[in-house]
């Protein structure tokens, strides 16, 4: 089992740069990680980084290419995803996710479903 626990939220102005931090144990060094999203009122996650287990190929969803940057460092059980230029839709509750599989194919990544463990969220708020 792994415990994730995400930090970094709070507010920032468009423009800005934010990093969120997620925090795990246990198995982390196995897994895949992904960043994904959620607006308020949306039901469904918004995929937005994800990144194999030995950070050898990072992923990134439209909305945030070449904004973001998803990086990790195995022995501090550490996940990162560093966000530049702020717009106001970023605005919204972060979470990281362990996925315990291998796909060659980018869509693979970007499915919050098959997922196994995730943090609570952090918010990020727009300040602006």
């Known amino acids: 089992q792994v415990q994730l626990v995400e930090s970094g939220g709070g507010l920032v102005q468009a423009g800005g740069s934010l990093r969120l931090s997620c925090a795990g144990s246990g198995r982390f060094s196995a897994y895949a990680m992904g960043w994904f999203r959620q607006a308020p009122g949306k039901e469904e996650r918004e995929f937005v980084a994800a990144i194999t287990y030995n950070s050898d190929t990072t992923y990134y969803s439209d909305s945030v290419k070449g904004r973001c940057t998803i990086s990790r460092n195995n022995a501090k059980n550490t996940l990162w995803l560093k966000m530049n230029n702020v717009k106001p839709g970023d605005a919204v509750v972060y979470s990281c996710?362990?996925?315990?599989?291998?796909?060659?194919?980018?869509?693979?990544?970007?499915?919050?479903?098959?997922?196994?463990?995730w943090g609570q969220g952090t918010q990020v708020t727009d300040s602006s």
């Open positions: 996710a362990t996925l315990e599989g291998y796909d060659t194919d980018s869509r693979y990544y970007t499915t919050a479903r098959i997922y196994d463990y």
